[in-house]
């Protein structure tokens, strides 16, 4: 299938796309690779995004495919957490003439989020929910984000934290952007927490602390599967704490994009 769509991107004429569960797009990697070496554009449509899969357990659970594709140069890779992400997603991939894309997209049903837009989710990420004097900034993508909304809800109601929330439906597009937008999107200052149902590894891009699923997933109902692993809002709310007493100390928070080798690219 990845063959076939690298061979209709090479005629021209036709804007090719596939579609299949996120695990399986593992499958076309040599072909996804390609489409990127190539600058064919190419879209892949992969469903059922996480351990949100549930009953079909951990064959179908894609859990380290998302750190492989952003890994690869010329691809951009992307999990939309509603609708307007979505569409920007569709945006992004339709005007991006020389890149294939991948976008993840969650077998659960989704909430609209409030204060996201279409032009906000073009530019890779965003800040969803500000607020004044900040503890903590949570980062996320896809089906998380809307779990990360309820956890700065429980930890204002119960620990007395104020929590900053920001959407990263695409890492490679969200690198693109000035200096001064991804400053204003993670700040110095203030520690962040990334939370994705999936491997952590490349969120220390963005992120002091990391939440995410270093290990296969489970077979189960998905919101069994979810409460198992605590990506629930109580599971974000208590690492988020333990995040905020670590970093408390430090003085001059730095963000994670403020490195010295970032200067140079």
């Not at 945006?91 to 991948?102: D, R, W």
């Not at 993840?104 to 800040?127: D, F």
């Not at 490349?202 to 189960?220: D, I, T, V």
């Not at 979810?226 to 963000?255: C, M």
């Amino acid at each position: 299938m990845g063959a076939i769509l690298n061979g209709l991107a090479a005629y021209g004429t036709i804007l090719p796309y596939a579609g299949t569960f996120l695990n399986f797009v593992s499958y076309a990697a040599g072909a996804v690779r390609l489409s990127a070496l190539s600058h064919f554009r190419t879209i892949w449509v992969a469903t059922h995004d996480s351990i949100g899969l549930g009953e079909d357990g951990p064959t179908h659970q894609p859990i380290e495919t998302l750190a492989h594709f952003r890994a690869l140069p010329n691809c951009m890779v992307w999990r939309p957490a509603d609708g307007n992400e979505t569409s920007a997603a569709y945006h992004v991939a339709l005007t991006s003439k020389n890149t294939p894309s991948i976008v993840a997209l969650s077998r659960q049903n989704l909430p609209q989020l409030e204060g996201c837009t279409i032009e906000k989710a073009s530019k890779g990420a965003y800040v969803l929910q500000e607020v004044e004097g900040a503890n903590i900034t949570l980062i996320s993508t896809g089906s998380e984000v809307s779990i990360c909304i309820d956890a700065a809800k429980e930890l204002a109601e119960k620990h007395g934290l104020k929590a900053r929330l920001v959407s990263i439906p695409c890492w490679e597009v969200f690198d693109t952007q000035s200096k001064e937008y991804r400053l204003s999107v993670l700040p110095d200052g203030v520690p962040v927490l990334s939370v994705e149902v999936m491997s952590t590894m490349g969120w220390e891009r963005y992120s002091h602390e990391q939440f995410g699923l270093n290990r296969f997933g489970a077979s189960g109902a998905y919101k069994d599967v979810y409460k198992k692993f605590e990506f629930t809002p109580e599971g974000i709310a208590k690492r988020a704490v333990a995040t905020v007493n670590f970093w408390k100390d430090v003085p001059n928070i730095r963000s994670p994009l403020n490195r010295a080798f970032q200067q140079l690219i």
